[in-house]
């Protein structure tokens, strides 16, 4: 234990205040940090059989490995990289979804000094062409299940460059088989130096307009995540976190790695093809959970599913991020189990932001306060300052020259991206907020989705809250419309639950469900009934398809 606390404090000096609520946090990063040599690889020469993480699949396999394992198996797989050409600076498209081989994957690339670049395994050809070409990718790790392996040979003869393939799960011609291949190398190997400033990992963000940008971390990026999962996740070295991602988004590193091993705890990884609600209640049952974190959605699964049959006693933690919360699961959710869900808010381009941190109250639907890892203002569309409970957009103060630990490095190859988010002192991050006499921020939307209509302006999440508390509607999207009186109204797009029919009296009754709840300009005065909504890779709602009357495929 005492280990373990010395780790994470070897890369920070924290203050807290009476109620031990996390205030300051000075983030220290040696000139040559790297996570995998640094804290992985010395938590292996203290504590080599501390658990590092437990692995099962929907088909009845089950792994768990220590820090010892993770150290011998990421260093088998640098030397199997490095045997193959793979070298510092390479482009890294890792495509595995959420099997084990990721962690040696992304362990070892760190290690070699290349750049990972996690995928889903949702992309299409079209998605992988664009990908290896917009950042020269040197290899490709892939997963065998799925059609994503059949999308990269597709799309190969569109590439710039020859790219090397690997193929986890199976071997086929025209790929290295990594399973096998793999066990021929040393588990030994020489540190390989690189800087803290080096860039370490990218990621292609799913933006609702325009191809994706290319997100760039460098390697003092992981000790941001301290932040993640001491103070907002609150693990403990003993314990064993589950936070649900693919390993594809970003949300797998903020909860399945960095901070976590960091602060010496566990992770469970549940490496499933189709979520199941049933399925995921019962892995927490059963592996003793501790901390867990989920996007709403998989709240509001559960509280569908019933509670009531398992045994969750053993979360002492629960915590939510990725999409704005409602108020609603957050009530049902302590109704069952007891525990307040923690909200919090971050981006790829970051680390969290705003926090419902460790010791602090939260306010139902409000993504806490601003972290003290960064300096945030809200600001107007001039950059000055606005009033508590005036809208406003959220922005980190800092130097593009040298930007505070956490924060990326900028928009790979595109530098008049980079100047369009980051300029004036403070990178912009398009998300708006209102902040209340507390402190406490509440989520608005981005700022290209903002309503102006007849004089007020309207974010789509308050009134899309209001729509999910509704017993017929499932999902749900709100923008703007033109409209020749008012210039702009608001229009819902909803998804229907089963047993529900899109009529003129359900209409009426949905518009004045939002009368009663909200203010009553807010309400939808368009109602539109679609059979699905239009989504990006990571699952974000693409509005600007809405406004632009495109029709949503069923």
């Given at each position: 234990m005492e280990k373990m606390e010395l780790l994470y404090q070897k890369y920070c000096r924290e203050e807290f205040d009476e109620k031990g609520m996390l205030v300051k946090f000075q983030p220290v990063v040696p000139e040559d940090f790297n996570f995998a040599y640094d804290c992985v690889d010395y938590i292996a020469d203290h504590q080599p059989d501390r658990r590092a993480m437990v692995w099962c699949d929907d088909k009845g396999h089950e792994r768990t490995f220590s820090f010892e394992d993770m150290r011998r198996w990421s260093n088998r797989t640098a030397n199997y990289f490095l045997s193959q050409g793979i070298k510092k600076g390479d482009m890294v498209m890792v495509i595995l979804k959420r099997h084990y081989q990721f962690w040696f994957t992304i362990l070892a690339l760190h290690k070699i000094g290349a750049v990972i670049i996690p995928a889903t395994n949702l992309l299409t050809k079209k998605d992988v062409i664009y990908r290896v070409n917009a950042a020269d990718v040197a290899a490709i790790v892939c997963t065998a299940d799925g059609e994503v392996s059949h999308a990269v040979?597709?799309?190969?003869?569109?590439?710039?460059?020859?790219?090397?393939?690997?193929?986890?799960?199976?071997?086929?011609?025209?790929?290295?088989?990594?399973?096998?291949?793999?066990?021929?190398?040393?588990?030994?190997?020489?540190?390989?130096?690189?800087?803290?400033?080096?860039?370490?990992?990218?990621?292609?963000?799913?933006?609702?307009?325009?191809?994706?940008?290319?997100?760039?971390?460098?390697?003092?990026?992981?000790?941001?995540?301290?932040?993640?999962?001491?103070?907002?996740?609150?693990?403990?070295?003993?314990?064993?976190?589950?936070?649900?991602?693919?390993?594809?988004?970003?949300?797998?590193?903020?909860?399945?790695?960095?901070?976590?091993?960091?602060?010496?705890?566990?992770?469970?990884?549940?490496?499933?093809?189709?979520?199941?609600?049933?399925?995921?209640?019962?892995?927490?049952?059963?592996?003793?959970?501790?901390?867990?974190?989920?996007?709403?959605?998989?709240?509001?699964?559960?509280?569908?599913?019933?509670?009531?049959?398992?045994?969750?006693?053993?979360?002492?933690?629960?915590?939510?991020?990725?999409?704005?919360?409602?108020?609603?699961?957050?009530?049902?959710?302590?109704?069952?189990?007891?525990?307040?869900?923690?909200?919090?808010?971050?981006?790829?381009?970051?680390?969290?932001?705003?926090?419902?941190?460790?010791?602090?109250?939260?306010?139902?639907?409000?993504?806490?306060?601003?972290?003290?890892?960064?300096?945030?203002?809200?600001?107007?569309?001039?950059?000055?300052?606005?009033?508590?409970?005036?809208?406003?957009?959220?922005?980190?103060?800092?130097?593009?020259?040298?930007p505070p630990?956490?924060?990326?490095?900028?928009?790979?190859?595109?530098?008049?991206?980079?100047?369009?988010?980051?300029?004036?002192?403070?990178?912009?991050?398009?998300?708006?907020?209102w902040q209340d006499e507390d402190g406490y921020y509440w989520y608005v939307g981005r700022t290209d989705d903002v309503i102006k209509a007849s004089g007020y302006r309207i974010g789509p999440f308050e009134i899309e809250s209001v729509l999910m508390e509704h017993p017929a509607v499932l999902e749900c999207a709100v923008t703007g419309a033109p409209d020749p009186i008012r210039g702009t109204v608001v229009k819902a797009t909803i998804v229907l639950m089963k047993g529900y029919e899109a009529t003129p009296e359900l209409t009426k009754e949905l518009q004045d469900y939002v009368k009663h709840q909200t203010a009553p300009y807010k309400y939808p005065r368009i109602v539109e009934y679609v059979e699905s909504l239009p989504k990006t890779l990571s699952g974000k709602i693409r509005r600007v398809e809405l406004k632009e009357g495109r029709q949503p495929q069923g």
């Open positions: 040979e597709e799309a190969e003869p569109e590439f710039g460059a020859p790219v090397k393939k690997f193929l986890v799960h199976g071997g086929r011609e025209g790929w290295h088989d990594f399973d096998r291949e793999l066990e021929g190398y040393s588990p030994e190997l020489e540190r390989i130096p690189n800087k803290s400033a080096d860039p370490m990992l990218l990621y292609f963000t799913s933006g609702t307009t325009g191809y994706p940008k290319m997100v760039i971390h460098n390697y003092a990026y992981p000790i941001g995540h301290i932040i993640t999962a001491r103070h907002w996740h609150n693990v403990v070295p003993d314990g064993l976190h589950l936070s649900v991602a693919d390993t594809g988004w970003g949300k797998a590193v903020w909860g399945k790695l960095y901070g976590q091993w960091l602060c010496g705890a566990g992770v469970f990884v549940y490496d499933f093809d189709k979520f199941t609600p049933k399925d995921l209640l019962h892995k927490i049952e059963q592996y003793r959970i501790t901390t867990f974190c989920a996007p709403p959605t998989i709240y509001r699964f559960f509280i569908k599913e019933g509670m009531e049959g398992y045994d969750l006693s053993s979360l002492v933690y629960a915590t939510t991020a990725g999409e704005a919360l409602n108020p609603e699961v957050y009530n049902r959710f302590l109704e069952y189990t007891g525990l307040k869900l923690m909200e919090a808010f971050g981006q790829t381009e970051t680390t969290v932001q705003l926090a419902n941190l460790v010791g602090s109250t939260p306010k139902p639907g409000s993504m806490g306060r601003p972290s003290p890892l960064y300096d945030i203002a809200v600001v107007d569309s001039d950059g000055q300052p606005v009033s508590t409970g005036d809208v406003g957009e959220i922005v980190i103060r800092a130097d593009r020259e040298n630990t956490g924060l990326f490095m900028g928009y790979y190859r595109d530098g008049e991206k980079t100047l369009e988010a980051w300029h004036d002192g403070y990178y912009h991050t398009g998300d708006t907020v």
